[in-house]
């Protein structure tokens, strides 16, 4: 028989063992088919540069349904092209729904400008509107910026995009080249969220991300179905700093962001997600909360961040999953899967590295606050982009030559 004393500590060792045994993550490589999406797709050789005899990266940034019971996929390229799919294509129906390279500023040797979002109006099967973030051509004494801007599609053919409609919302000066975010995507709300980076160079050297009187280094919400004080959209009221011209802009929902690349919410839950792309060391998967303050300059990942590095405090909201630079070196953020292709991935949330072409799943306990799984899809391979769900919520990634995948059940089943 143990004694009294012994009798504790082995109790101490059983709970510490259960504690270690919850907060074990499941870092096991999970089996999942990943196929062309459109096997036959052909790009048009002025975005392959073949036509020129140079060689170009297609680089598309979104892969998205439109929301409208089509069925259709649409895909956006850097170079400021969305291209248009039928259902269940093959790639081979492949339509040009808009061209915006004249007013598009993309040059493949700058690496972050050029088009970099699209969204569809929440009844977009009503409405026909479909929102924009892009670099803005910034030659002679046109200054580099992003431009966020409205369009609606021909209202004699579903397939093509009424270039000449295009609403400026926002324009919104851009004082490097790099870290311009770009996400445009609806909340359940209906407001549009807007992503934009700090600005760029390297340590936010102009304060962006913590100053709330910018609109950089933030993410932006929005409501595009009204107008008001003079803006050709309204600043929701329960935006958490309306009413303090002096201090903050209205439209910030969150901010000390360094550059999200990629926003989702999640179709089931409603959670916000978003991956930042680190400097130097981590890169972060966020939940974005209404005011939240995600750290940058002050912090990278959950460390402090330069010689005004600040500790762990409770405003400086701290992702809850980073990794470090020896894993990968530039988070390309998903979305959480809801899918019916794939049940063992429903609920983990897909995310990739641009560098080393990974990709993983995270499976996140929103009750206890903690990550419980974190399963490798893809071991390598192209540079990811962006990742994009179809209407059925069906999940697709895209690598920067041009390649469209989706995930599929293993096909081992
Ligand atoms: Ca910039
Ligand atoms: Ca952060």
Redesign the pocket.
């Known amino acids: 028989m143990p004694t009294p004393a012994q009798f504790a500590l082995i109790l101490l060792a059983l709970s510490a063992c259960t504690d270690h045994c919850v907060a074990e993550i499941d870092a096991s490589p999970m089996s999942v088919a990943i196929v062309p999406a459109l096997p036959q797709l052909k790009w048009p050789a002025d975005l392959t540069g073949s036509q020129s005899g140079r060689n170009l990266d297609v680089r598309p940034l979104v892969v998205t349904g439109a929301g409208d019971g089509s069925g259709r996929l649409f895909v956006g390229t850097q170079h400021g092209t969305i291209h248009v799919f039928g259902p269940n294509s093959d790639g081979s129906d492949r339509q040009l729904f808009a061209d915006l390279r004249d007013r598009v500023s993309f040059d493949p040797k700058i690496n972050e400008e050029g088009f970099l979002g699209l969204a569809f109006h929440p009844d977009f099967a009503t409405t026909g509107e479909v929102f924009v973030n892009y670099t803005g051509l910034h030659e002679g004494d046109r200054e580099r910026r992003s431009v966020v801007s409205r369009f609606r599609v021909s209202p004699n053919d579903a397939n093509r995009l009424d270039i000449e409609s295009e609403e400026i919302l926002l324009e919104i000066p851009q004082p490097f080249w790099n870290h311009n975010g770009g996400t445009v995507t609806f909340g359940p709300d209906g407001c549009l969220y807007i992503c934009l980076g700090d600005g760029g160079a390297a340590f936010d050297p102009q304060m962006n991300s913590q100053n709330l009187q910018s609109l950089l280094g933030k993410i932006l919400r929005i409501d595009i179905d009204r107008q008001e004080g003079g803006r050709p959209y309204a600043i929701p009221a329960d935006n958490p700093f309306v009413g303090h011209p002096q201090l903050a802009r209205g439209e910030i929902w969150a901010y ?3 550059n999200v690349w990629r926003l989702s919410f999640d179709r089931k839950t409603g959670a916000a997600w978003a991956g ?1 792309v680190g400097q130097d060391q981590w890169e ?1 998967i ?1 939940l974005i909360e209404r005011g939240g303050n ?3 300059n002050l ?3 959950r460390h402090p961040f330069g010689p005004g590095g600040f500790p762990a405090c409770r405003k400086l909201l ?2 809850i999953w980073e990794y470090d630079h020896s894993v990968g070196k530039s988070i390309t953020g998903g979305h959480v899967y809801r899918g019916k292709a794939i049940p063992e991935l429903s609920g983990h949330y897909l995310y990739g590295e641009y560098v080393t072409g990974q990709i993983w799943a995270l499976k996140y306990d929103m009750g206890s606050g903690k990550v419980t799984a974190n399963r490798m899809l893809r071991a390598s391979g192209g540079p990811i982009t962006t990742f994009g769900e179809d209407d059925a919520g069906e999940s697709y990634f895209a690598t920067q030559p041009g390649e469209i995948f989706k995930f599929a059940a293993p096909k081992d089943r």
Do not use: Q, V
Request: charged content about 45%; proline content about 7%; cysteine-free.
């Open positions: 000390g962001l360094r930042d972060e966020n995600y750290g940058w912090r990278e990942g701290d992702p």
